[in-house]
């Protein structure tokens, strides 16, 4: 009988065995996340600037309209909180199995009774519960707006589960790529281009629209669009509409948390599958990856060799290691395709409904611009961070020393071939920017003044990028510094949201920063440009143009002496 | 002959580690240079300087008379520098590679497309051309650093470590490769912990120890410096089991003059020491063979770069 007892109660064990193991994983990976100081300064900063900048509002606007300030505070958090999660949770899920495999503790911890399933649950609930930190270090600054009123409780709780989804679907993509890739830069970019990208700019370019008003029903949405694609934004504009007037349908927001659900059990099984083949040689990716064009490892057959096109070998270089390498989505398919289908929804909604409102449309172009800029910020950082520390680990950088070749002309010419890497981006900005001119709510000095605002903030991006790569420690280092200082300035992007805020502050001093800031400049700036050639008398006028002319200088002479300082850098290495 | 690399006095000091103390070597155009030492003995570091990617924190060091830091985009054109890793970027094919290099160098049009040419078909990678670079054995991405140091025709080859991690096929490979290199008249200053590679491929050689060098020069010299014994081996036919024509060649050489020692070697061998001043031995094979005794086999065994590296790392040589 006893015996009988102990056979069935073996498997409870050894599952209760196998959760312990797994627990252990969970403490450990958590606390190393979020005892980081770097994670501690996001959350930190995130929370502050938040505060700083709901109390700033309150300050400028009080006593009848606490109704309506109430929802403007919501709304905008509603838009930031889910957006900030979608970019951070990624990179905060991508190193977790990668940087294992990196420091050879993947295969010790796979020898130990933990299975592939248990360890990459195990990584991504504690990579969960580390964001979910970061959600309560913001929900503050949201709950204001229920101290304000004008916002119903359970539009609240559905911004709460929406931003709880997008974190799940972060985390997950993020481990899914860390599972599958073999560096953490690797697994940065994959998870952000399968998490995060994607449903980024369509749904803030929405909210923009959502932002200013312009009533874009669900309907027309779902019409232009397919309803896989479009689940995570539609979700996130139904919660939205549903916080402005309480007319959604609450059942979407469920629907979409299902989905993820869903997705999450599939990415990690996946996720799994591949730590189990770790063992056994190639894996799903590996397998697909031999039939992309481009990728290394794949047969060389049908390719021939062919000189160096650019002209300059660290411009070519530069261009291949951010754009051959990562051929499938090259970093511009998925902003192409928000960006169009954006374009065309509003072409759609114009045609259907007959709308025409210059300053609407003007506010929804230039926050996918915006938007564009953020990812090209983003991308140049990521190629530009890893480029010279790549090169030092792999021991190529000293065979570029010792040639005839000079420390400025590999920092500037890595710094340049990043740029023009990224510079797809910037075409797709001028197509989205052009339908918007052809429909009327834009002009083109407004399109140009983006391209010349954006090409700065993006050169001063690579260069401290590039500065990071030569003061770093490893790839993996330079990466996550990299990440750091983005995730440290996108915080600014709450106050992008306040921008009609920022245009009435009265402290000049304060505005002229606030227009600084990288993530508003591209904003204002283009808001500006159009609104000067526009002759708009509601607009920024010729003192706010001559503003953003000053700080994009300022960003371009910051560039150039960043990116001399990085080739004293380099030459510094020799001592 | 005139100097390829001239280095006086040259220090370096790492956070207050010093890696090389004081350090004097002179190689002459067309050596082959072996440089040995144990880990963190400053090989690395010396080759690094030579190569210009490290400034000297004292001493200078000159390559084929131009001084490594005051000029070193003079020297550059004139070292090919190949490190202990391969540096390859695993993106690229092998063509493109040579591509890259021959671009950063400065060659281009058709001069660059001949010069890829030559060096492919010198490191036998002709057919790898269009292969990736990331799928080359260990010994094929070895040949191909050696192609990128060839590229701009150097005069002066720093190879770090060239042959670590090659097996025992690749390394005879790369061995040829290197004596090849020095019948075309390159200077080669080859660092190794595999010293029979180094003793195959160097006519000279360099025992660096923390920091301090302690021999540079000829191998044949070293073993002179150490006073090395002469010992030959010989080994006669054996009718029976008793040693009698080994016992036959023992009395044979019992007081010669220029016999220092001998002793008998077992089953038909005999050992005997020479003195170090003499210089032809054919005379132990024509009194044996007047002896009428049947002579299978005489050599002379010598130090080997091992062994000379043990003595003077013992501090035996001053």
């Not at chain 1, 600037?49 to 403007?72: N, W």
């Not at chain 1, 429909?439 to 090409?455: A, H, K, R």
């Not at chain 1, 300022?554 to 001592?575: F, H, M, T, V």
């Not at chain 2, 970027?89 to 400065?106: I, K, W």
Request: aromatic content about 6%; hydrophobic content about 50%.
């Amino acid at each position: 009988m006893g015996s009988s007892v102990g056979r069935l109660g073996r498997p409870f064990r050894s599952l209760a065995r196998k959760s312990a193991a797994s627990l252990a994983v969970v403490e450990r990976d958590f606390l190393a996340t979020v005892s980081r100081s770097r994670f501690v300064a996001i959350r930190t900063a995130v929370a502050a600037i938040s505060a700083l900048v709901v109390a700033l509002i309150a300050i400028e606007r009080s006593g009848s309209e606490r109704d309506v300030i109430g929802r403007a505070i919501f709304t905008a958090a509603a838009v930031v909180v889910p957006l900030l999660i979608m970019l951070i949770a990624p990179a905060t899920a991508a190193p977790a199995i990668v940087s294992e495999r990196e420091g050879g503790t993947l295969s010790l911890v796979l020898a130990s009774p933990v299975s592939p399933l248990a360890f990459v649950t195990a990584k991504f609930i504690s990579r969960f519960l580390a964001i979910l930190t970061l959600v309560l270090a913001m929900l503050p600054v949201a709950a204001v707006s229920l101290l304000y009123g004008g916002v119903p409780l359970n539009a609240f709780v559905e911004v709460i589960v929406l931003t709880l989804c997008f974190a799940a679907l972060g985390v997950a993509c993020g481990i899914l790529m860390s599972a599958r890739l073999r560096s953490v830069s690797q697994a940065l970019l994959a998870a952000y281009l399968l998490a995060a990208l994607g449903p980024v700019v369509p749904t803030a370019i929405l909210a923009a629209f959502d932002q200013a008003g312009f009533g874009v029903p669900a309907e027309v949405i779902i019409e232009s669009l397919n309803v896989t694609v479009a689940v995570p934004f539609v979700a996130w504009f139904n919660t939205l509409q549903g916080a402005r007037s309480g007319g959604h349908d609450p059942d979407l927001l469920y629907w979409h948390a299902a989905v993820v659900a869903g997705a999450v059990v599939i990415a990690l099984l996946l996720a799994a599958r591949a730590v189990a083949r770790e063992s056994t040689g190639e894996g799903l990716w590996t397998q697909v990856r031999r039939f992309l064009p481009g990728r290394a490892g794949r047969s060389s057959g049908g390719r021939r060799s062919r000189g160096v096109f650019l002209g300059h070998p660290i411009l070519d270089r530069g261009v291949r290691g951010s754009l051959l390498s990562h051929p499938t989505l090259g970093g511009y398919a998925l902003p192409l395709l928000g960006a169009m289908i954006t374009a065309g929804i509003l072409w759609t909604a114009l045609e259907t409904l007959g709308f025409n409102r210059r300053g609407e449309l003007q506010v929804a172009a230039v926050a996918g611009l915006g938007i564009l800029t953020a990812l090209g910020v983003l991308r140049v950082l990521a190629a530009t961070s890893r480029s010279i520390a790549s090169e030092r680990r792999r021991g190529s950088l000293d065979l570029l020393l010792v040639t005839p070749m000079r420390s400025e002309e590999i920092a500037i010419g890595t710094l340049m071939g990043a740029l023009l890497a990224t510079s797809p981006l910037l075409g797709i900005g001028v197509l989205y920017g052009g339908i918007i001119v052809a429909i009327g709510g834009f002009s083109v000095p407004g399109i140009l003044g983006w391209v010349v605002i954006s090409t700065a903030l993006l050169t001063f991006a690579g260069a401290l990028g590039l500065r990071a790569s030569i003061t770093a420690r490893s790839p993996t280092h330079a990466a996550l510094r990299t990440f750091g200082i983005f995730f440290g300035s996108i915080a600014a992007i709450v106050l992008m949201f306040f921008i009609v805020a920022i245009t009435r502050m009265d402290n000049d001093f304060l505005k002229f920063v606030a227009i600084a800031l990288p993530p508003v400049l591209p904003f204002y700036g283009t808001w500006a440009l159009d609104s000067v050639s526009a002759n708009s008398s509601q607009m920024p006028g010729t003192e706010q143009f001559l503003t953003v002319v000053f700080a994009v200088g300022g960003y371009a002479i910051s560039a150039a002496l960043l990116a001399l300082r990085s080739a004293a850098a380099l030459e510094k290495s020799r001592d | 002959m005139s100097l390829a690399i001239h280095i006086e006095g040259l220090t370096k000091v790492y956070r207050g580690t010093t890696a090389l103390r004081d350090l004097d070597l002179s190689i002459e155009a067309g050596d082959a240079f072996g440089f040995i030492g144990p880990n963190g003995a400053g090989k690395s570091t010396t080759i690094k300087i030579l190569a210009t990617l490290v400034r000297p924190s004292g001493g200078r060091a000159e390559v084929c008379g131009i001084d490594v830091v005051r000029r070193s985009d003079d020297v550059k054109p004139l070292i090919g520098y190949m490190p202990d890793v391969l540096g390859i970027y695993d993106d690229m094919l092998v063509g493109e590679y040579l591509e890259f290099f021959a671009a950063a160098y400065r060659i281009r049009g058709e001069p660059r497309r001949k010069r890829i040419a030559e060096v492919l078909e010198l490191t036998e990678l002709g057919e790898k051309r269009d292969a990736p670079v990331m799928g080359l054995s260990r010994g094929m991405g070895q040949r191909l650093g050696l192609a990128r140091c060839l590229l701009h025709d150097p005069q002066v080859l720093l190879l770090d470590e060239p042959a670590a991690g090659l097996d025992p096929r690749a390394r005879i490979e790369f061995k040829e490769l290197v004596l090849q290199l020095r019948r075309m008249g390159k200077t080669l200053l080859i660092s190794s912990h595999v010293l029979s590679e180094i003793g195959a491929m160097c006519n000279t050689i360099g025992i660096i120890e923390q920091g301090r060098l302690l021999y540079a020069g000829p191998i044949d010299e070293a073993r002179k410096k150490l006073g090395a014994e002469r010992v030959i081996r010989i080994r006669v036919h054996e009718e029976g089991e008793d040693d009698r024509s080994a016992n036959a060649v023992l009395d044979l050489f019992r007081g010669h003059p220029d016999v220092e020692a001998l002793k008998p070697g077992g089953a038909g061998e005999v050992l005997i020491r020479i003195r170090t001043d003499v210089e032809d031995t054919s005379f132990l094979a024509r009194e044996i063979v007047r002896a009428d005794l049947q002579l299978l086999h005489l050599e002379e065994t010598t130090l080997s770069v091992e062994d000379i590296f043990l003595h003077v790392t013992q501090g035996r040589v001053a």
